[in-house]
């Protein structure tokens, strides 16, 4: 029993009991996985796939930044899932390895808490930009007109099972967008125009 006495004295012992009790779980499925550990096989791999908001299908040419995004498109709430003996799945989880724009010249990364870009190829990738730094102009210039295709590189932590890395271009879940719309004048308005 793991409380006795006044209401507020069995509250303070109610929670320290559940705080142990919790404790001692995590600790018991820990000690599960060890032990399971050597059995598992890897289940299906994660699947990536890249995510480009519609928006931004077409963009006009310039310096931009695209917001991209993983997803995983196979395993149980975007996991990886192992078999292990006895029956057990366990989830394993996975990151990203690299990001990928097939010689398009762009660059990857990331704002930091002030604003600022920040290059950077992996885990913590969120946007593409549509331009790449010349350092004998010492300024970003913009990448030529072209359809963009953007790949991820997923792997999982392999705390049960290795699966191997997957890329979204081995699967056909690659995005795509076109950074070669320019604005021209139509009469009174304005239409959005693409070079395809």
Not at 105 to 130: A, L, V
Not at 148 to 165: C, E, G, K, P, W
């Amino acid at each position: 029993m793991c409380y006795h006495g006044s209401s507020q004295k069995r509250q303070r012992r109610e929670h320290q009991c559940g705080e142990r009790l919790s404790l001692s779980v995590i600790v018991f499925l820990a000690e599960i996985a060890t032990v399971q550990e050597e059995g598992c096989q890897p289940g299906p791999p994660p699947v990536p796939a890249v995510y480009i908001p519609s928006e931004y299908s077409y963009v006009r040419r310039g310096d931009n930044f695209i917001p991209i995004f993983p997803q995983i498109v196979v395993g149980e709430g975007g996991t990886d899932n192992d078999w292990c003996p006895l029956g057990f799945i366990l989830y394993d989880g996975w990151y990203v390895v690299k990001w990928d724009d097939h010689g398009a010249g762009g660059e990857f990364g990331y704002f930091d808490e002030q604003g600022r870009w920040i290059p950077h190829n992996g885990d913590r990738t969120t946007h593409y930009r549509t331009a790449y730094w010349d350092e004998s102009k010492g300024r970003y210039v913009p990448i030529g007109a072209k359809v963009v295709r953007i790949s991820v590189t997923v792997d999982d932590y392999a705390f049960y099972a290795d699966d191997q890395r997957q890329s979204s271009s081995d699967w056909g879940l690659d995005g795509y967008f076109n950074p070669s719309c320019h604005l021209k004048r139509q009469g009174k308005r304005d239409g959005a125009s693409c070079n395809l």
